[in-house]
């Protein structure tokens, strides 16, 4: 899998990458089994990466589509993406972008702020793609009939070369539902993926949750609070999920972000506990702070520490201390090309310490980007 040899080539480039450096006082650590614990971590990330969730990650940016940027609904979803980016550097990179957009929707929700996310023109209509105009079209002919208080996005191949919907052949692989259930002053949407063809027999559901949020500030917005729970699956593995964002200072040029959630695969069993925020005192700069932990069995492995992001010229800077069941075990440190991993008594680790701490390293930042992807068909919804 293309993300898999991404994060190999990362995790020997940094064996590549580390040098000597002082040894420190205090007890070291080990993992039990790193193999396993980046087998694991692996399998949790990959319950992400399907052909379904590829094209439902393509329909905030797809022309014509009802989950657009421009539109309401995707002004909730967008806030807080399943497919992945395919490396560390580009995850964490792109934190002062994501509060931009943040910005953005912000902007975008100041007119009016109601409980009704779907406008009443999609209510009941499916929308698929179209090869002479390339953009996503309402079909009259679909059956059956979308939700009467939602939208019907049919979803296709992404040629991975681009990003885009694949046209020579043009193969759908699924559909999404985004159903409102608004009320009072809450936005909610519930947002459901299959595989298959509307009305086919035995479709698989590869995502089913709710995001609800509400937004502060009037007439212009400057905050913003949204959860989402539900789950994902790969048709083969579970990850339940539960999550919280809340941004801070949208009417400025540096808000604040908070991320808190949980994720429980299945199989086999992982508890991921995830608490990140970024902060940024312009929008050339975000400070990420990552508090994350996996727990498989007797063993918790968690990783703390912040992650410095300029824009330009691009710099990312880290220094996030790992440790096994709360005794140092390692440190990730340095900036771009020069970030090393050690030891924490200083020493080298064996190349399969090296890609369990890549994969560490990785997994909390592809967590937050699902979780983006999750809400991003809402928030663009929201914007119309």
């Known amino acids: 899998m293309p993300a898999r040899r991404g994060r ?10 580390a040098a000597a450096c002082s040894n420190m006082n205090g007890p070291q650590s080990h993992l039990a089994n790193p193999a396993q614990l980046s087998s694991d971590l692996q399998t949790a990330s990959g319950v992400l990466q399907s052909t379904v969730f590829e094209g439902f990650a393509a329909i905030d940016t797809a022309a014509g589509s009802p989950a657009a ?3 309401r609904p995707g002004a909730l979803l967008g806030t807080a993406p399943i497919a992945l980016p ?11 972008q994501r509060l931009e957009a943040l910005r953005t929707a912000a902007r975008v929700l100041a007119p009016g702020i109601m ?5 009443a023109p999609l209510l009941g209509t499916t929308s698929t793609w179209d090869v002479t105009t390339h953009a996503y079209i309402q079909s009259s002919s679909a059956t059956p009939a979308a939700p009467a208080n939602g939208v019907r996005i049919i979803l296709y191949t992404i040629d991975p070369a681009t990003g885009h919907i694949m046209e020579s052949p043009l193969t759908p692989v699924g559909y999404v539902d985004l159903v409102d259930h608004s009320s009072g002053n809450t936005n909610s949407l519930q947002v459901t993926i299959f595989g298959g063809t509307p009305g086919a027999t035995g479709n698989t559901t590869y995502a089913d949750y709710t995001v609800t949020a509400t937004v502060t500030g009037s007439p212009v ?25 809340v941004a801070t200072g949208l009417d400025t040029n540096h808000p604040n972000v908070t991320i808190d959630g949980t994720w429980d695969l299945d199989n086999p069993v992982i508890h991921v506990v995830s608490h990140e925020t970024i902060t940024s ?9 990552l508090d994350f932990s996996v727990t498989r069995g007797n063993e918790t492995v968690s990783e703390t520490g912040p992650i410095v992001v300029v824009v330009s010229p691009q710099t990312v800077t880290v220094d996030v201390a790992i440790a096994v069941n709360g005794v140092p075990f390692a440190r990730i440190s340095g900036t771009n090309n020069g970030i090393t991993i050690r030891h924490a008594d200083g020493s080298a680790l064996s190349s399969d310490e090296t890609q369990a701490v890549s994969d560490l390293f990785t997994l909390p930042a592809q967590l937050q980007s699902a979780v983006e992807s999750l809400f991003n068909p809402a928030r663009h919804l929201m914007g119309g």
């Open 8 to 17: 190999l080539a990362w995790a020997l480039g940094l064996v590549a990458l």
């Open 281 to 289: 005192p312009d929008a050339n700069d975000a400070t990420i702070t």
């Open 86 to 96: 395919r490396t560390a550097s580009r995850l964490y990179a792109s934190a002062p």
């Open 69 to 71: 940027v421009a539109t």
């Open 221 to 245: 917005v400057t905050g913003f609070n949204a959860s989402a729970s539900g789950f994902v699956t790969d048709g083969i593995r579970t990850l339940a999920f539960s999550g919280t964002f």
């Open 115 to 119: 409980a009704s996310v779907v406008p």
